[in-house]
């Protein structure tokens, strides 16, 4: 069972490297050049009257100063038609900066950002296309309801109220998108988003200032944002806003194999208010994942460490972990034992190649693997 501190990471960098500490004087250099432009172009946007023009040239030069890498996962089957003309497109948060990321990857000076969240954050004093959130939320509602029915702007949302780490859960969402998707009767455009980068640097921690989430995007060498667009949902008569809401939320969860949890914003301002529950669960956590990688080396003693700890982070499965092991290893036990090049040559010489053949060999290899495991493990507990 996911508790809510499982939601969110713990620390910045997850395992301190040797390649880390050599690139440590490079990336401070690279904050402090990256400081500087940053500081130039807000000088620019200060100087120059606001235009939509200037608003996507300062998205898309933040992006292209902090190194945004763009993954569109899903560019084959997406539909672009309906990614451009969709009103409304909501996204989970991973960052503080997913809201420059999205307009940055739809590429689109007709799109606003609206700040469901009273937060305040260093983005602010660029002009850049905001709706920000220091108002009642009747009074974004009718603006949202304004900008979509007198305009041909999109509006891009972040309903989770706090960035998570994208691959453990959903938070519950804010319902403002949802019910003006319904009351206007518009379709949703429902994003998933997730973050990688070098040396394993995390873009957010649970409670840091976005100050330090700053600093973090200005070190690393690039941010890569992962994003798959899902397909529209359109709202019905019959359902509700919260049945609209969990539709939508059920698609993303799927789409990016997580849990769907009823975590809100009043449990997490909660967890805020005690930072020893996150330290303590995430030691727990810790300790579980540890006994995890025992009882597969136990059951895969040819794996080593290092691949079964790759494995069990992105399966989170023992028996998923111990049948991808135990294929490996079949595998390089079967190229090991591959005949030589001129063995083999002379031999498809006198007689055709079998496919058939091969597949039985490797099922051997495999069973034999498996069964040898299983042997040295009955031995090594009974002893």
């Not at 009103?87 to 991973?94: S, Y």
């Not at 330290?279 to 300790?287: G, S």
């Not at 135990?326 to 496919?355: F, L, M």
Request: with cysteine.
């Amino acid at each position: 069972m996911i508790e809510l501190p499982d939601l969110f990471h713990e620390n910045r960098i997850s395992e301190l490297t040797l390649s880390l500490i050599l690139y440590a004087p490079i990336g401070l250099c690279l904050a402090l050049i990256r400081s500087l432009a940053l500081l130039f172009l807000f000088i620019i946007s200060s100087l120059l009257p606001t235009s939509s023009s200037l608003n996507q040239f300062l998205n898309d030069a933040i992006s292209f100063i902090l190194t945004f890498i763009y993954v569109d996962e899903v560019a084959r089957n997406r539909d672009d038609v309906s990614r451009k003309t969709t009103k409304i497109i909501v996204a989970n948060r991973v960052s503080c900066l997913d809201l420059i990321a999205l307009r940055g990857f739809f590429s689109n000076n007709k799109c606003k950002m609206v700040n469901l969240w009273k937060e305040t954050s260093w983005f602010n004093y660029f002009p850049l296309n905001f709706i920000d959130s220091f108002r009642t939320q009747e009074d974004l509602f009718d603006l949202c309801r304004k900008q979509i029915q007198d305009s041909d702007y999109q509006l891009i949302f972040l309903p989770e109220c706090e960035p998570t780490t994208g691959s453990d859960g959903l938070l519950k969402f804010n319902l403002l998108p949802f019910t003006l998707g319904k009351k206007l009767d518009r379709p949703i455009l429902p994003v998933c988003l997730r973050t990688s980068r070098a040396f394993q640097i995390r873009t957010n921690i649970f409670n840091s200032h976005p100050y330090t989430d700053l600093f973090w995007f200005l070190f690393s060498p690039y941010t890569r944002f992962h994003i798959n667009s899902l397909a529209i949902v359109s709202p019905t008569d019959e359902a509700s806003d919260e049945v609209f809401c969990e539709k939508i939320r059920e698609n993303m969860s799927h789409a990016m194999d997580i849990e769907l949890t009823q975590f809100d914003e009043q449990q997490v301002a909660e967890l805020r208010k005690r930072p020893d529950l996150v330290q303590r669960r995430h030691a727990q956590r810790r300790a579980e994942f540890q006994q995890m990688i025992n009882t597969v080396h136990q059951q895969v003693p040819l794996a080593s460490l290092e691949a079964i700890r790759y494995d069990l982070e992105t399966t989170k499965n023992i028996q998923r972990t111990i049948v991808n092991l135990n294929e490996r290893v079949a595998a390089a036990a079967r190229a090991a034992n591959k005949p030589t090049s001129s063995t083999t040559s002379s031999h498809a010489i006198s007689k055709p190649s079998d496919g058939s053949n091969h597949r039985q060999t490797y099922e051997r290899l495999k069973q034999e693997l498996i069964e040898k495991n299983r042997q040295l493990f009955l031995n090594k507990n009974c002893n």
